[in-house]
């Protein structure tokens, strides 16, 4: 590390505790559900609230390095929580609330299974969570669910050393990102990765600007879930660290009003941002020219955007729509980065706009990219490089699996050895992700895994495939796989296709209408196609392995034969789903 | 209009969908391609067009057309109007 990162902070308790004495006059504000208003305090307020809320916590008997949920929205309860937790020494691990459309009990089962997984003894969660789990037969509903009003009414518990020293490699939290046993998976974040990275971003970010950024901004301006890596690192974290104002929406607010993130971003001095591919669409559409009036995005100086494939015609589009209304096309700009890296990996440090290079071959096809995005350089002290499947490195230019080595990379998969070894090795992480180099640039190219990532969240295909096969019948009668396809700007979405040995055309409209309800319900996750084909049409290893990424070349080569015209049951409302691209 | 003519139009417009072809037994994810942020938009302009409140508890109840149907009738505007 460099002289400048010497003085950092050791420890995320420090940072905020330094939070509270450098930066007295800044905080976080946090709108309500409907973003009309915002409750603002500072970190010196913050400090004292988590400090109380770590000794309830002890009274609670919550011990050092005992992970503990934090299922609850954005809001002040939220930060009592989980800065709270992390006082108190514990491990705050941050849980996706009930998304608006996907059933409370998926929440449930969700959250039921990963205290399972984890060994966590608690969640802390509302009251009305508490009563509908109860209701619902939950086991945690009874001693595990910790409200506010109880960590509040909590005897405080002298914590001693808790809040102490920690070495900088020691866990901070638990990050969940999507595994592939139908259970999230809990990156072990360290202090020093979760202090290094922000302050590395904020040099990139402000390096085409002259300066770290936190010189020349006032404030920070979200709405991405806290249980997401870019909401907790971006927005959270570095505003913390950095000494700047963060203002909070909920996401609920976001996708409700889009307007409202567009407003906050030009009303509280200079301001920067981040969001996936998807936010900046939203706005295009949902913003339209007659809507835009007012609006005054000049204070606007960096604009993320990451967490899902950089869509070239977004970009230009966004730049298009907003720059009469003072947004700066330079100040787009695409990075790239994963929950296993912390949060950042690379960013854009030009500052000129989205730059791209025509898609080379092997790009995968089912991205439909005429371009691909320079998603820029690491970050300080961080490695990148492309390998074979062999493992060996490959010179500029070639397409190969993207790796990561530096202080942000993660300990581990908390409680998962397995995981771990496969793609932890002595230092890199093997992201999954492929692209090459260029000039020292990341252009991503596809993926070696099979994961979805939509709107900016990561889907495993077991957790669509297992809804599927819950109304099928699963390994009797049908079995199904599922892969996303990009359409464009909308990015990418999910198609599942069934085997059945089923004839009755009548019969797929049914069965398939079920599926449909049954992975929206639970995952709030609209299907762009659904696709019966006769048993045996999904290729598979001479080991039984499904290989969905061949079964997607087919579909998207035309050459996988339905057994119904297509598409099937197109949903009437979904105007960016139509036909694959071929 | 009336209000289930209001609410229907509100559907359609959100959804892309012919007014004329909308059915309450129709499911917002499976018959209509709702992902949650068109629910969240259908939801503001529900509340909006009709000077209706719906509850977060509510709006997670909202599978189909006829659930939004039968909850925007039970729903009296609130005193103060909603902003924008």
Known sequence: MTADTASLPTSLREALRRAALDFPHRGIAIFDSRGRSCERQSYAELYRLATESAARFAGLGIGRDEPVLVALPTSWEWMEAWFGLLMRGAWPVASSGAGAMAAAEAQF???????????????????????????????????GVITIERLRGALPARTGSAAGVSDAGDVAFLQLTSGSTGLPRAVMITHQGAIHNPVASDEAIGAPLGEPMHRLAECMVSWLPLYHDMGLIGCLMLPMLCGLDSWLLRPEAFLARPRLWLEQLGSHGTSFAPAPNFGYQLCLE??????????????????????????????????????????????????????????????????????????????????????????????????????????????????GEVCIKGPGVFRGYYRDPEATAATLKNGWFSTGDLGFLAAGELYLTGRTKDLLIVHGHNIMPDDIERLADSVTGGGGLMRSAAFSVARGAAGEQAVVVVETAEADPARFAEIGREIRIRIGRTMGLPLADLVFVRRGRIPRTTSGKMQRGELRQRYLDGTLERLHDAPMHEPTGHGAAKEPNR | MSLRETTLAVIAKVSKADAAAIRPDMDLVADLGFDSAKALELLVELEDALGIEVSDEQAARLNSVGDILAIVETLEPPTQPPRG
């Not at chain 1, 089962?109 to 060994?119: C, E, N, R």
């Not at chain 1, 809507?291 to 970009?315: H, I, N, S």
Request: proline share 7%; hydrophobic share 40%; with cysteine.
């Open chain 1, 109 to 143: 089962d969700k959250v039921d299974k990963v205290m399972a997984a984890i060994g966590a003894r608690h969640v802390v969660a509302s009251e009305s969570f508490r009563a509908q789990a109860g209701e619902q037969g939950f086991g945690f509903a009874h001693e």
């Open chain 1, 286 to 399: 949902r913003i339209p020219a007659d809507k835009r009036e007012g609006l005054d995005l000049g204070a606007w100086r960096a604009a993320f955007t990451g967490a899902e494939m950089v869509r070239p015609e977004t970009t230009s589009a966004f730049c298009a729509a907003f720059e009469p209304h003072g947004f700066r096309p330079e100040s787009l700009r695409p990075c790239y980065g994963l929950a296993e890296g912390t949060l950042a990996v690379t960013f854009d440090v030009k500052g000129s706009g989205v730059r791209t290079l025509p898609a080379p071959a092997g790009t995968d096809a089912g991205f439909a990219m005429t371009d691909v995005v320079s998603n820029g350089v690491p970050i300080r002290d961080t490695s990148l490089r492309m390998t074979a499947p062999d493992g060996s490195v490959l010179p500029d230019g070639a397409i």
